[in-house]
């Protein structure tokens, strides 16, 4: 049985926040003194990010995007706290357009209509309503309303593997099924002003997006136009601490953000130890001029520092970090959704080899490390 990815898609909101912009807007805020000012430099300056988009909307007057003024900021100079309702209803409002215009953008590169679509499996964490996104997906995109739904939630920044491997687990149990996998987090609804180190580094890195894949088995609806990623073995492991150093909680005024400068540190230290027996088991007879015999990475960016991390700890050319690099630069730390921009550049990258090795890792509360590997295969002509 062979299940494959057969295209993503990808969706932001209109308004672009330049990082510099940015910073400047938050060192402003009162209350700022200054260690905090220069811990907010030094947090947005060192992110490797050079832009983010809201569906709060940008901070120039002439933008004419910021669509949440009122609600988040006086004058768009000083930011407001709203409670978590508030915040929650702007969730309501703009994470389903946003995540069906990821969906369709999928669908079309897969060549798959939405009738043809069997199951839809969701996931997020920055918001909350039902009936939810993943019923709103059937009712607007035209999906049949028996079309089975799952959501995944409140998992954090590692949710988009659980997501493909639920939908690999049913693609493989039902042949012929096609699963919608939709992930939207809309992170920016729980910015705050604060002088607290975390939270300064949470409103550095993280931005609004939503990703999508089309995951299907054998006998596939289409025939193989585009390239696909075949997908392989999934796994997940705790590192041995971290359960306090990254966290999600539901606070009055937001969901407030734990991310202390120790999540690298335990990266650095574990990931080798995690991350070595899959990739050993999966590369054994391969034969590679890549470490590990993987051709190309996909790992989620929490942080630039998390990136370093990987790549010193598993003993990668600096060649292997390019892409999420490269996504982090242009989007920040989307959550959930943001592999999946990964893997769509990924799929995208002709210069990869039909039968190209692809090594998957996300990071999530806890500190969980999500796993996945991925085959890409080159478009058959029809």
Request: hydrophobic letters at 45%.
């Amino acid at each position: 049985m062979v299940t494959q990815i057969l295209g993503i898609g990808t969706a932001v909101p209109r308004a672009r926040l330049a990082q510099s912009r940015a910073r400047d807007f938050f060192a402003a805020q009162p209350g700022v003194d200054r260690l905090a000012a220069r811990l907010i430099a030094a947090a947005f300056d060192q992110s490797a990010i050079e832009s983010r988009y809201s569906v709060i909307g940008g901070l120039d007057d002439d933008d004419g995007s910021f669509s949440h003024a009122e609600l988040f900021t006086e004058d768009r100079e000083v930011l407001r706290a709203p409670s978590t309702g508030e915040r929650n209803l702007v969730y309501r409002r703009e994470a389903p357009p946003l995540s069906e215009r990821a969906a369709r953008d999928a669908l079309g590169r897969a060549g798959v209509a939405a009738a043809d679509v069997t199951h839809v499996v969701t996931a997020s964490c920055t918001g909350f309503f039902a009936p939810g996104p993943d019923y709103l997906l059937v009712r607007d995109l035209g999906i049949p309303t028996s079309a089975e739904r799952t959501h995944i939630g409140f998992m954090g920044c590692a949710a988009a593997f659980p997501a493909l491997r639920a939908a690999t687990r049913i693609a493989d149990a039902q042949p012929g099924s096609v699963i919608l996998v939709v992930c939207t987090e809309l992170c920016s609804l729980h910015i705050r002003s604060s002088r607290d180190p975390e939270q300064i580094v949470a409103s550095a890195v993280f931005g609004d997006g939503s990703g999508a894949a089309v995951v299907a088995s054998d006998p596939f609806p289409h025939h193989r136009a585009t390239p696909t990623l075949e997908v392989g073995a999934f796994s997940t492991a705790i590192t041995s601490e971290g359960e306090a150093d990254m966290d999600w909680t539901i606070g009055d005024h937001g969901f407030e953000m734990r991310l202390t400068a120790n999540v690298p540190r335990i990266i650095g230290r574990e990931i080798a130890g995690v991350v070595g027996p899959m990739l050993a088991d999966d590369a054994a007879g391969v034969e590679s001029a890549e470490p590990h015999g993987v051709d190309a990475w996909a790992v989620h960016p929490g942080g630039r520092s998390v990136l370093d991390r990987v790549e010193s700890g598993l003993e990668l050319p600096e060649s292997a970090m390019q892409i999420s690099r490269g996504v982090l630069r242009d989007y920040g730390n989307m959550s959930s959704a943001t592999i999946l921009f990964i893997l769509q550049r990924i799929l995208a990258d002709d210069a990869l080899h039909d039968g190209a090795s692809i090594a998957g890792l996300c990071f999530g509360p806890g500190l969980t490390v999500e796993t996945a590997r991925f085959t890409r295969r080159a478009a058959r002509s029809t």
